[in-house]
């Protein structure tokens, strides 16, 4: 087994996860994951860090960059005995070098037998995302909300992030979109459920992924998101997603064989659980970070599996509660992942 320690120093893997795995995901889990969502990464791809600048709580990082061979390594060690299959894309900052973070992404997929997708730059007319697209095999497009440069988060609209061009080029060529979903109030927010049937009806030869449920981690961030369920070419997509009623609703509201498996590494390394309290996403984690809550170093030894188990035992709670059949759920895990990357590759 490849050194998991020695390529990503930062990935814990101890008793109480082999624990879970061996109790609760190894008896359940379907024989091929396919990993939906993940970034692959270096230091040099990223913009020049600002000596003055203060870590925020904006969102979380856990790196200053991922490897390839750590995305693999970490792969085989949460999910071991399965074949894993994997869809990746480079880290999204403004100030990154966008050739250098695609062409990264392309030869990792390359090299591993994964999938990509081409970071956009959010300026690019129709022709060159095509090119861009086709030059390096990727399967569609990354955007995401902080490209956005001219307005704050809060105001982020879907128009903003997926200019009309790009949704001319997905329409095109049938490609994927994986959407980030932006403002304060998340999938709850009218703003961005309009804006997402907007969309799937502006490209409806796309494959509208809507990444993390819509950023829905609890029932209150969820609004009117179930009712998305009747778009055709929307596929919810459930990494970070650890609260196993949000995920028995999507069971229950969109069509099973469009329910994505994404853990969204380097992030779903980590120790700890994402939860909501009172309307408020937190994160529980072992370490400290900027943008969780933790205990001081010694002071509380919190009991940690990886975030990447507790979204597979959200994932099991639900499809028990909502009757997924095992074929529905090797769908989920796999099948519905492989025959999105397939009606892709004929488009």
């Known amino acids: 087994m490849t050194d998991t320690a020695a390529i990503n120093p930062n990935f814990v893997y101890d008793e109480i996860d082999e624990r879970v795995w061996r109790e609760e995901i190894d008896p359940w889990l379907p024989e091929t994951v ?97 090119a861009g697209v086709r030059g390096g095999g990727f399967l569609g497009f990354k955007p995401y909300w902080r490209f956005v440069t001219w307005k704050s988060q809060a105001d982020v609209t879907l128009e903003d992030m997926v200019p009309p061009a790009m949704r001319e080029a997905a329409n095109e060529a049938g490609l994927i979109i994986m959407t980030h979903i932006p403002r304060l109030g998340r999938l709850a927010d009218p703003v961005n459920t309009e804006g997402l049937r907007k969309l799937c009806a502006d490209a409806p030869n796309a494959k509208i992924i809507l990444a993390h449920f819509g950023r829905a981690y609890f029932p209150e961030a969820v609004g009117e998101g179930y009712s998305l369920g009747d778009i055709d070419n929307l596929y919810p997509e459930l990494s970070m997603v650890q609260d196993w009623e949000v995920i028995e609703g999507v069971f229950r509201h969109f069509d099973r064989s469009k329910v994505l498996f994404g853990m969204d590494l380097p992030v779903a390394q980590e120790k700890g659980k994402c939860l909501g309290i009172n309307g408020q996403r937190h994160f529980f984690t072992r370490k400290p970070h900027p943008w969780s809550i933790h205990a001081e170093p010694g002071v509380y030894d919190i009991r940690c599996t990886v975030m990447a188990y507790e979204m597979a035992r959200a994932i099991r709670k639900a499809a028990d509660r909502a009757a997924l059949t095992e074929s529905e759920v090797e769908g989920v895990f796999c099948r519905n992942a492989e025959a999105v990357v397939a009606s892709v590759k004929e488009g």
């Not at 085989?76 to 062409?103: C, Q, S």
């Open 34 to 130: 396919f990993d939906f969502h993940g970034h692959v990464y270096l230091r040099e791809h990223l913009p020049p860090r600002d000596p003055k600048a203060r870590p925020t709580p904006s969102g979380p990082k856990v790196v200053d960059e991922y490897p390839h061979e750590a995305f693999a390594a970490v792969e085989e060690t949460l999910w071991p005995g399965r074949k894993v299959k994997a869809l990746i894309f480079g880290t999204v900052a403004p100030g990154i070098d966008y050739d250098a973070i695609n062409a990264y992404a392309a030869d990792a997929a390359r090299k591993y037998g994964w999938e990509a997708l081409y970071v956009p730059r959010i300026d690019d007319d129709a022709e060159t995302l095509l």
